[in-house]
Nanobody, 122 residues
Framework: VQLVESGGGLVQAGGSLRLSCAAS????????MAWFRQAPGKEREFVAR????????YYDDSMKGRFTISRDYARNTVYLQMNSLKPEDTAVYYC????????????????WGQGTQVTVSS
């Protein structure tokens, strides 16, 4: 599966952005979809993931209540709605896919997008 992210940009603190990740290929519903992010000089960190059938979503504690992950099977797209953004949310955001079961470990994911830059100004 190929993943292409979009929707990043520059936003002021307190603002919102919605990231999209379009998946091509077959069997979109067989993949757990996730978002990770990587800030300069830091390791890639888990943001959120959503189960194959979209029934359950999981978040890193620091994003819970501010970020919402969702998926649209008709469009083969997963979204990350980000509200109340903070300067520390500045990073490259990556979409990832893994067959069947989820994980918060980046190494467990088989497919990655190229990333989209999110910059939050103070």
């Amino acid at each position: 599966v190929q993943l292409v992210e979009s929707g990043g940009g520059l936003v002021q603190a307190g603002g919102s952005l919605r990231l999209s990740c379009a998946a091509s290929g077959r069997s979109f519903s067989r993949y757990v979809m996730a978002w990770f992010r990587q800030a300069p000089g830091k390791e890639r960190e888990f943001v959120a993931r959503i189960t194959m059938f979209g029934g359950d979503a999981y978040y890193d504690d620091s994003m819970k209540g501010r970020f919402t992950i969702s998926r649209d099977y008709a469009r083969n797209t997963v979204y990350l709605q980000m509200n109340s953004l903070k300067p520390e949310d500045t990073a490259v955001y990556y979409c990832a896919a893994r067959s069947y079961s989820g994980s918060t470990n980046a190494a467990a994911y088989d497919y990655w997008g190229q990333g989209t830059q999110v910059t939050v100004s103070s």
